[in-house]
């Protein structure tokens, strides 16, 4: 059911409602006044029929019957005369006021008073006074009609405008469904013109701007869909630039402990049996040869310095537990004043090579970050497994971090460990620590081996 339809079954049931209420109003007041019309009437022709049969009794029958002749109709009354014997004499002539006309009997059932009836006795007759509302029944009758047929016409004209009112006020709200329709299509650009009305004109402008505030939010998406997409395509392409450097850090590290590493030992050794052989021929050359010696020596430590810092070799000889090991290690042998603990705990699971290198690269980054700029003097070094996950926590006792550290530019690393951490389905979080220092601590999920590695060790260097 429309609006429309309701408001006009609304207006259509209060106007039949008042004119209902009016017509039983204007039936109570006719049916008042017929009642005091009647009975009026009948008293006053019964009083003055009654003085004039008691004044006219002397002269008989006849002359009574000549008077009501002359008098003719009374209004609402019909008057008999009889003898004695109960002849009738005289009845009053039918009313020539709508004459052929009478109410139907249903009105006049409920319009009629209680017939009243009056009867004058004189010495030779009877006269009967005989109320008759007929006439006044049609007059209520008359009147009821002329009620109602201007009821019909109110309640005609009242609904034919507000049919066309509603329909004219309701008029936009077609536009304004259309308008909705297109826009569940996928319409995105449908706009409302100024609507007709204050409540269709604010619906309208609020659609207008439910509209833009749409356009305004898809485009934001969007744009935050190529954002996401460009974002995710960079991380692929770091992942991949990741991967490779590893791999040409790899290939390099090789080179240099498998080839250059054993042209430097063959360079050494030769000097120093070119040294050995000339050392009583030529002072001159074995001192050569043995400065030769000492230059190869140095620069095979050189190099087995830079190798570890390219790629850990043990990792992949021996795991990621021997790998720590070698980095605490080394650490202390070249921080001598460092205190360093570690318990290194992988358990009976292993991680994925991705995941080894970005867990040791991110304890090789924090330690180097804890002296470097922590200036620190203690640092613990604890790696457990818990369920499926594999936990580092490397925690020092240096300067701490600055309140904005995370707002600063730089912690590149840190940074792209974080992302190489969160790439393999792991996490990595800095935090401060009471009263002062630094706690990293990375997350990365484990994976299950057929048998339990050699991967637990614990190094403890108390200076």
């Known amino acids: 059911m429309t609006l429309r339809l309701k408001i006009n079954l609304i207006v259509g049931a209060l106007t039949l409602f008042f004119i209902v209420a009016m017509t039983w109003l204007e039936w109570r007041s006719l049916r008042d006044s017929v009642l005091e019309e009647v009975v009026a009437a009948n008293r006053v022709a019964a009083q003055v029929l009654n003085q004039t049969v008691w004044r006219d009794t002397t002269r008989g029958t006849p ?12 209004r609402s009354n019909d008057i008999t005369l009889t003898d004695l014997a109960g002849r009738e004499l005289y009845r009053s002539p039918p009313s020539t006021y709508k004459a052929g006309r009478d109410a139907p009997q249903w009105f006049d059932r409920l319009i009629s008073p209680v017939p009243t009836l009056q009867t004058i006795e004189f010495p030779d007759g009877r006269l009967t006074v005989q109320a008759n509302a007929s006439r006044a029944v049609l007059d209520a009758w008359d009147s009821v009609k002329l009620l109602a047929g201007f009821g019909l016409l109110l ?3 009242v609904n034919a405008l507000v049919f066309w009112l509603v329909g004219r006020t309701v008029r936009p709200f077609g536009q304004i469904v259309v308008a909705l329709n297109q826009l569940q299509g996928g319409r995105l650009d449908v706009k409302l013109p100024r609507l007709v009305g204050n409540e269709a004109a604010a619906i309208g402008a609020a659609f207008n701007r439910m509209v833009d505030e749409l356009q305004d939010r898809i ?7 190529r954002a996401e997409l460009q974002l995710s395509d960079s991380r692929e392409l770091t992942r991949w630039i990741d991967q490779h450097i590893e791999r040409e850090r790899l290939m390099i590290a090789r080179e ?12 050494r050794s030769m000097a120093l049996s070119i040294a050995q052989r000339i ?3 030529d002072p001159q050359a074995e001192t050569a040869a043995r400065l030769i010696a000492d230059e190869s020596s140095r620069l095979y430590d050189a190099m087995h310095g830079i190798i570890p810092r390219l790629t850990p070799l043990v990792l992949d ?3 990621l537990a021997e790998a720590l090991i070698e980095l605490v290690t080394r650490t202390r042998a070249g921080q001598p004043e460092l205190l360093i603990e570690s318990d290194i705990d992988i358990g009976p699971a292993a991680l994925a ?3 080894a290198l970005t867990l040791y690269r991110a304890a090789q980054e924090g330690i180097s970050n804890a002296l470097r700029h922590g200036q620190a003097r203690h640092l613990q070094l604890n790696v457990a497994s818990s369920g499926a996950t594999l936990i580092l926590t490397l925690q020092d006792d240096g300067q701490g971090l600055a309140p904005d550290w995370s707002l600063r530019t730089g912690h590149y690393g840190l940074r792209w460990l974080a992302e190489r951490a969160e790439g393999i389905g792991g996490e990595l979080r800095v935090e401060a620590v009471q009263p002062h220092g630094v706690r990293l601590l990375v997350q990365l999920p484990l994976q299950p081996l057929a048998s339990p590695p050699l991967a637990s060790a614990k190094l403890v260097h108390p200076t």
């Open 317 to 319: 000889n021996f795991g």
């Open 155 to 157: 309640l005609m004209v």
């Open 219 to 225: 485009e934001t998406q969007r744009r935050a869909v």
């Open 63 to 74: 002359n009574i019957l000549n008077f009501l002749q002359g008098m003719g109709r009374v």
């Open 353 to 355: 090579s991705d995941a």
């Open 279 to 281: 050392h009583t021929l």
């Open 256 to 267: 240099l402990h498998d080839e250059l590493g054993q042209s430097v030992t063959a360079i």
